[in-house]
């Protein structure tokens, strides 16, 4: 059995693009460098997550403050630098969407004999990509689910009878990017042993792989293969915190 340590490798594959960001057209009277003042109040989600958000988008002169009686962000920054940051606070600010998450937990392992014999109750795609990064012969399902949750929801789901996930979704940007904060895999059982406490960027319709071993060289590895899709709330295996 598998358990985190600070030792382990950890693997972890996105394969997505960020959507560029159109530049902004100075307005009239007002010079590339000159800082604007641009209040934004945030109708639907909190302006404390946006805060975040908004830091690493100034530019060296820009300021940002937190107004929270009014639910308000007030930045002082150059044109270019807005023309990043309130698209961004447009794509946040959005009512909660359903989502729901695929997962799959999998164990990898080496073959023992000579020639190997490779075998996978994975899709195929997956398989493929998963071999082309990782030199394991067999992937075997070992508990699988799909999770469903409402953007900014705390939940923890049980996944088969050895497993339980925790997280905290975010709220999706740009339409096809999401958060899971303080994402957990426990196993379990006498001890409850931690597997995997991490934070993910998860793109819609994109699969991310989570890869643990106890060194690069290991027979063995355990995985946990995840899917965000947009859709409805489904009936699923999940308990309130």
Known sequence: ????????????????LWPALAAAQPRAGQR??????????????????????????LSSRGTVELQPRSNTVVIRDTLSALSRIVPMLRSFDHPARPVRLELLIVRASKAQVSPPIKRSDLPEPLTRRLRDLLKYDSYETQAQAMLSALEGQSVIYGIGEEYEVSFRLGTMLDGVRIKLSEFKVHRLGEGRAELIHTN????????????????????DAFMVVLTMKEGELRRANRKEP
């Open 1 to 16: 059995m598998l358990l985190l340590r600070r030792s382990i490798a950890s693997f972890l594959w996105i394969l997505a």
């Open 200 to 219: 993910l960027n998860l793109w819609l319709d994109q699969t991310v792989s989570l890869g643990l071993a106890k060194s690069e060289g290991s027979p």
């Open 32 to 57: 590339a460098g000159e800082l604007v003042l641009q209040a934004y109040t945030l109708k639907h989600q909190k302006a404390s997550d946006a805060m975040p958000m908004v830091y690493p988008l």
